[in-house]
């Protein structure tokens, strides 16, 4: 299997966009109140607005779309099965939320499927799905570092700070160590390509687990012996390379994030009914 085949697209990509011209601290706050404001509707129409705008945003970063289209569909599929859980263990909590009865499909059981259900199960996993997408433009438009640097701005302590940084900077390196593991284990004779059945591929990739996380933990032993040679810790705060300065364009940015937050929660508070439902 070629490097090219294994999607990873959690990290930082510069491709000099109008989002990575703007300061950590506003995509940080961007970020917040996006999820905010979804935490405080179950209106379809707000979600669904919010998953637009937030695809929109995807795509003005110029990140290419076979970069993150594996972990779009990851997430709508897992979403799904969510779904089909929820659906399982509470069949008609749809019915409860908006006070009436419509089936669709007679079941066996209390499983059948009424109109309110099927509404109340899309309005929460489009919910869900909708703070993916800003999830995404954050990562890929704010450099670990420049993020550290604004969270400690925010009142972080650094050490916290720079414990997120690092984080973000090592995933693309777990990616890298699980690919060389896994050729490893193809040169051994371990089938993980789509030729075996499903559960022996989840069962070989599951013996690339262990090797993988001892090499991570080595690798953060490494890290953190390199860090303490070099006396980090040692005072109580500490500058930054990578801190821009917050510009008109963050300050209008902000400005119009306050705006919508409370605009949301205002409407949550006011708003008697907790889910729109239009039938």
Same mark, same amino acid.
């Given at each position: 299997?070629?490097?090219?085949?294994?999607?990873?697209? !959690?990290?930082? !990509?510069?491709?000099?966009?109008?989002?990575?011209?703007?300061?950590?601290?506003?995509?940080?706050?961007?970020?917040?109140?996006?999820?905010?404001?979804?935490?405080?509707?179950?209106?379809?129409? !707000?979600?669904?607005?919010?998953? !637009?705008?937030?695809?929109?945003?995807?795509?003005?970063?110029?990140?290419?779309?076979?970069?993150?289209?594996?972990?779009?569909?990851?997430?709508?599929?897992?979403? /799904?099965?969510?779904?089909?859980?929820?659906?399982?263990?509470?069949?008609?909590?749809?019915?409860?939320?908006?006070?009436?009865?419509?089936?669709?499909?007679?079941?066996?059981?209390?499983?059948?499927?009424?109109?309110?259900?099927?509404?109340?199960?899309?309005?929460?996993? /489009?919910?869900?799905?909708?703070?993916?997408?800003?999830?995404?433009?954050?990562?890929?438009?704010?450099?670990?570092?420049?993020?550290?640097?604004?969270?400690?701005?925010?009142?972080?302590?650094?050490?916290?700070?720079?414990?997120?940084?690092?984080?973000?900077?090592?995933?693309?390196?777990?990616?890298?160590?699980?690919?060389?593991?896994?050729?490893?284990?193809?040169?051994?004779?371990?089938?993980?390509?789509?030729?075996?059945?499903?559960?022996?591929?989840?069962?070989?990739?599951?013996?690339?687990?262990?090797? /993988?996380?001892?090499?991570?933990?080595?690798?953060?032993?490494?890290?953190?012996?390199?860090?303490?040679?070099?006396?980090?810790?040692?005072?109580?705060?500490?500058?930054?390379?990578? /801190?821009?300065?917050?510009?008109?364009?963050?300050?209008?940015?902000?400005?119009?994030?306050?705006?919508?937050?409370?605009?949301?929660?205002?409407?949550?508070?006011?708003?008697?009914?907790?889910?729109?439902?239009?039938?």
């Amino acid at each position: 299997m070629k490097d090219n085949k294994m999607k990873f697209g !959690i990290n930082y !990509i510069d491709t000099q966009s109008p989002l990575h011209k703007l300061n950590g601290i506003t995509k940080f706050l961007m970020f917040i109140a996006w999820v905010t404001v979804v935490l405080t509707t179950f209106d379809l129409r !707000i979600i669904a607005l919010l998953i !637009i705008v937030g695809l929109a945003l995807l795509k003005m970063t110029k990140v290419p779309f076979h970069v993150y289209k594996p972990l779009l569909i990851g997430t709508g599929s897992v979403l /799904l099965i969510n779904a089909l859980f929820m659906f399982a263990l509470a069949p008609q909590q749809g019915t409860e939320y908006m006070g009436s009865t419509t089936v669709l499909f007679s079941l066996p059981g209390n499983y059948s499927l009424t109109q309110e259900t099927l509404f109340y199960l899309v309005t929460v996993t /489009l919910k869900y799905f909708s703070m993916f997408p800003i999830a995404l433009v954050f990562v890929f438009t704010t450099h670990p570092t420049e993020f550290a640097a604004s969270l400690n701005r925010l009142g972080v302590p650094y050490k916290i700070a720079y414990a997120v940084s690092l984080t973000l900077r090592y995933l693309p390196e777990v990616k890298k160590d699980f690919v060389n593991i896994m050729h490893a284990q193809q040169a051994r004779g371990v089938e993980l390509s789509k030729k075996a059945p499903l559960f022996t591929r989840m069962k070989n990739v599951a013996k690339i687990l262990g090797p /993988l996380i001892f090499s991570s933990l080595d690798r953060a032993d490494q890290i953190s012996n390199a860090m303490t040679l070099r006396g980090f810790g040692r005072h109580s705060s500490r500058t930054w390379y990578s /801190l821009k300065p917050l510009t008109k364009a963050d300050m209008l940015c902000m400005a119009g994030i306050a705006v919508i937050v409370a605009a949301a929660i205002a409407k949550r508070v006011l708003d008697a009914q907790l889910f729109w439902y239009p039938l």
